[in-house]
């Protein structure tokens, strides 16, 4: 019966794996970013995020206590303590007091350190340090270690980049700076986008085709290629160093397609519902605020998604607009840039900065979803 239908089974088939293909693509590095931001920096180094809820084996560096912990114990001087934090479960399974040997000993060995010193370590990480002679210096000697952890997950990171960190660390300013440039720069080109998609569609005026072909033209024009102009542009009129500047760049640059896409959803509007209330009397005002605009609702729900993620995630159009050299307006994807750039390999970080970044165009991606199909269907069939 399915294929009377003309529902082929093998088609059916084909069609949900690649569904099925297509969200794990999506889906798997969202969630291993979003395990990544609780991990430490050693767990990213030596392990997948696959792994996080398994014991694995690292190569970690660590340090005995300073020479002012050591006590005297007859003609020996001793210092003894533990090389891990304390609670935790890592055992050590070898260990070395040089980097290219660092398996030279096992758990319960001892090994003499250059200035005559002997260490022994056990498997809990539990130390005994001893000299003939007071030890001197400012640091305890180095232990390299191999060791399986178990699994561990931190909110530090968070804290970290939210609350406690610096100037470079701190994403919260970045974060609201961010919210600043998207919210307006979402919602102007929406609303002028939406008055020039009911003229274009249901007014009649002369040039109305040629204005309609310059507006699909502007669809393919490189943003790049206007930058520099349009930067010239907003300092001659004073305001190319702010939050204004930004959001007309924004504005700019986005509306041939909401013009583009809402007048094709509006023109599959009936035209008899349009005849209608003219006939009762409204005015094209009316007819836009008070039909139109519930109507095509599933177009500017759909825009406004693809805008607000344009929007967030830009970094081109915010270093260009944007020039500010305390980072009183520095937005989150140029926070992230300085943290990979000064931070180096510490990537607990950059995950946990990252997933701070799509939290919330993903919250507004989910809650506006249904809409994105509609409003892109629009049009495209009468």
Known sequence: MNAIAGQKPSLIWALRISVIVLVGLWLFPTLGLLVSSFRTGDQIATSGWWKALFPTEQNLTLRTAEPDAQVQEGDLWVIEGNLFEEG????????????REIDANGPGDTAELRDGSVLTVEEDGAYRLQSAEEMSGRRGPRVFATAVVPPEFTVENYETILISGGSTDNLARAFFNTLTVTIPATIIPILIAAFAAYALAWMEFPGRALLIATIVGLLVVPLQLALIPLLKFHNEIGIGKGYLGVWMAHT???????????RNYMIGIPRDIIENARVDGATDFQIFVRIILPLSFPAL????????????NDLLVAMVFLI?????????????VELLGTRGGNWEILATSAFVSIAVPLGVFFAMQKYLVRGLLAGSVK
């Open 324 to 336: 500010d050299a305390t980072g009183e307006t520095t937005v989150m994807t140029k926070q992230i």
């Open 88 to 99: 935790s479960k890592a055992k050590i399974s070898a260990w070395g007091t040089n980097a």
């Open 252 to 262: 700019g640059f986005g509306l041939p397609l909401a013009i583009y896409l809402l």
């Open 301 to 312: 729900a759909s825009f406004a998604i693809f805008q607000f993620l344009w929007t967030w």
